[in-house]
Structure formats: structure tokens, C-alpha cells
């Protein structure tokens, strides 16, 4: 399988060369040339599989580069009962006759689902650097759990040091302790007086810049990162098959989203042949995808106008994977993708818009803070679930866009525990921490606070790259 960058100006590469690259060398962002298609046959072979295969037979379709019995083994060593609380990893909860279900996505260590990834991203880098004796500097910017998870699933790891930049004291207090708590001398922690785009875009500056990224040999792990999206296609699988459905009968899902990584892999699943009836995309006030699918304009706002919100995760102004869905739904014409986005908006036409929502099944809705507590009193009082604010802005969203017969799934893509205070101001109480989380809480943090200066990001990466 190679793969092409959404601008069609790079060189075909194979999986793990994009594995350790992220960001294509023309700005565009990877893309397998082709997807699998997944007919009712797999599906039913599929269904009797435990995760960790059903894993390994979803990586295999586009993972050529590395032998069947390493990635069966790497796959079988991340999707353990033990990491991820449960043997069916990502277990599907109906929510009474409601007809809406939660998957649970965020029983890894990190109670995010951004585990789901990183866990696997972590064994794959570690795999490959060794295969290939060379290191590995990742760089990357998270408002919130990208970045636990990513360094709790790369700590320790031979060859990897970290660099994560966060957007200062805008983060809860148990994300901050998940990363700061740390004591990982490869762990580094940059703490950015700005917004999270602004840190974002420190992570692409450095990306962009070829000579340096060689030089050090620097590395992604946000959503960007391929891999990552092949990762979490998996589930949309492992949803699909336990939502006691008859094979072949569609499933809709909704997805609280950010920088559209998470709805970017159920669309890739979906583009396999998973039958998916809806993919909605449910955002905050931070509503930037909303009002695409909406309107059909792409209006990617300044940082200034980014909101902090009781969602911080989906705090984001532009949406980083949104180019891979647009260059599918223009069928990969690099040339207008790249022209599209190197505008500050763009507006696609009716035709297209009606192939976004019919062809590609995507819907979409948005959230207030107080429509967030509300969703989470009602999950409260009707299921005795406490959710966390990000999963209520999906299931506040999906609640508009069920339709009847059609099973709507909700990832939940955090544990209330992450969000203490959110839960309290809704329900009236904080659900408790886990042990692992109270020490971190109680370790001295780790972190450096920089301003928004990408000289100065080169710089302290120079000083403690150790190439
Ligand atoms: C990262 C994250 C999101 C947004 O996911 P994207 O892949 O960026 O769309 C939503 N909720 C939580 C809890 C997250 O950590």
C-alpha cells in the first residue's frame, strides 16, 4: 500500500516512513491510495474476533512493511484487558430503549480516548526505530489529552523523546497533572502563553521546516499522524459489530470533535464498506465544522477567537484532518485541495455539500455549556451515567439526529473523572479520582512556560536533542 499526500505533490511512501513522518513534504497530510473494501462475509469472520485481532486484520490491509506476525503481536502486546480495563477494550453501553448506545473509548490509562491510539502509535515507534537504529523527537501540541496519552504511552519507550506543547493554564487540573506529573527525563513539557492553535502552529513551523526536521529528526504524534486514524478506525469496527445489529444493517455514530481525527477514521471506515447510516459531527461553541456542514463555508477563525470552553479538548479554531475528508470528497485532486486550503475560508458548491451529506452520510450539531450540563443531568437521571463534558456535547448532538431503527452510537471520548469540576457544577458531585491519578496529582510538575516564539521552541529542542 503507498501513500499520497492530499496535495499530490509528494513522492508515494510506505507505512512506516509516514509512520515516523507525519505531515507530507508539500503540507498536504497522508492518505492511502486506495481503501480496502470490507464486504458482509469479513464482517461476519470479523465479528467472532477479539479486538486485538480484529486490530491486526484492519492494520494488515494497509500495513505491508512491517511482517504479519510482528504487527499480530504488536497488536496483541497494546489491546490487553489489563490496559484497557475489559476484554472487549471498547465495549458498547444501549442506553435503556433509547435506541442510543456509548462506546466506551477512554478505559485506557489516560481515561481518554486518545489512548486508543497512542497505546499502539507507542509500540509501533519503539518497533520501528529499533528495526531501523535510529531516534525519534516527537513534537506536538495538545489541548489536553493528546498529549497524556501520548507521553504515557511513550514514556519509557527506547529511542523517543517528547516534546509537548500545551496552551498554558488552559487545561483541567488532572490533564495538567497527567502530563506535568510525569518524571520521565524524555518527557518535555512546554507550557505556551497562547491558545492551542498557537501552539499548533509552533508544531507546524518546526514540521515545515525540512533542514531542521531532518536535522533532528523530529517527529508527530497529533491527529495528523496516519497511523493514529488507522488505529481508531479500528473501533468503529468493534462498535459496529456489538450494536446487535443484523449484519449489513447500518449504525449511525456521533463524535465529539476537535481536529477531526476521531471522525475522520469513521469515515475511513465508513469508506471500507462498514455500513455506517450517519457519521455526526458534534462540536462546542468552538463550532467551526459545525458551520460547514451547515452552511458549506470553512471559515477557520483567528486564535483570538478560539473560546475556552467546558469541552477544552474540542477547543480548537481550524480542524487538522478536515483536508483528508475534503480531499476524498473531491475525489483527490491535489490541486484544488491545495488551493483550498491555502485560502483563510472556503466555500464548496450545493452539489458538493449534497455529496458530503448523502454520499458520505455527515451530519452535524453543536453544543452550549449549558446544553452540556444538561446532557449530562440526563444521562444521569435516565441511565445513572455520569458522563464527562466532551461526551455530552455527542450525546446532546446525537439526541437531534436518532432516527428511528437506526442504532446511534456516541464515543465516549473522556471519563467524567477527568473533569472534576464540570461534573460537579452539573450533578452535584465529583466522581472520584483513580489512584494513578491522585499520585500524579500529588508529583512536583514538570513543565517550562514559553512564550509563542518558534525560535525559542528550535532552540530548546536543539539543546536536548541527543542525535
Ligand atoms: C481529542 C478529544 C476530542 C476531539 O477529537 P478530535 O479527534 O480532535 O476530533 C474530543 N473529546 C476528547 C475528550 C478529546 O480528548
Known sequence: MNYLSTRGQAAPQRFTD????????DGGLFLPERYPQVDAGTLTRWARLSYAELAHEILALYIDDIPHADLCELA????????????????????GRSGLMLQRLSE????????MAMQLLGRLFEYELGRRGQRLNIVGATSGDTGSAAEVAL?????????????????????????????????HNLAVQGVFDEAQDMVK????????KRAHAIGAVNSINWARLLAQVVYYFAGYLQAERKLGEPVSFTVPSGNFGNVCAGHVARMMGLPIDQLVVATNENDVLDEFFRTGTYRVRPASQT??????????????NFERFIADLLERDGAQVARLFAAPEFTLTPDQMARVHQRHGFASGRSTHAER????????????????????????????????????????????????????????????????????????????????????LRQYIEAHDHG
Request: no cysteine.
Open 108 to 115: 485506557g490509562p489516560t481515561l481518554a480516548f486518545k489512548d
Open 373 to 456: 450540563l444538561a446532557a449530562m443531568r440526563w444521562a444521569w437521571a435516565e441511565w445513572q451515567e455520569v458522563i464527562d463534558p466532551h461526551t455530552a456535547a455527542g450525546l446532546h448532538v446525537a439526541a437531534q439526529h436518532a432516527r428511528d431503527g437506526v442504532p446511534m452510537i456516541v464515543l465516549e471520548t473522556a471519563k467524567a473523572a477527568k473533569f472534576g469540576a464540570t461534573v460537579q457544577e452539573a450533578l452535584g458531585f465529583e466522581p472520584p479520582l483513580p489512584p494513578a491519578l491522585q499520585a500524579l496529582l500529588a508529583a512536583p510538575p514538570r513543565v517550562q512556560v514559553i512564550p509563542p516564539d518558534v525560535a525559542l
Open 18 to 25: 509516514i509512520l515516523l513522518e507525519g505531515l507530507a513534504p
Open 307 to 320: 473560546l475556552e470552553t467546558s469541552s477544552p479538548s474540542m477547543d480548537i479554531a481550524k480542524a487538522s
Open 155 to 187: 514514556q519509557g519507550k527506547r529511542g523517543v523523546q517528547v516534546f509537548m506543547l500545551s496552551p498554558h493554564g488552559r487545561m483541567s487540573p488532572v490533564q495538567q497533572a497527567q502530563m506535568y506529573g510525569l518524571q520521565d527525563a524524555h518527557i
Open 76 to 95: 496483541a502486546r497494546t489491546y490487553t484487558a489489563e490496559v484497557f480495563g475489559s476484554a472487549a477494550i471498547t465495549p458498547v453501553l444501549p442506553l
Open 205 to 212: 513551523a518546526v514540521a515545515g521546516d525540512l533542514a531542521f
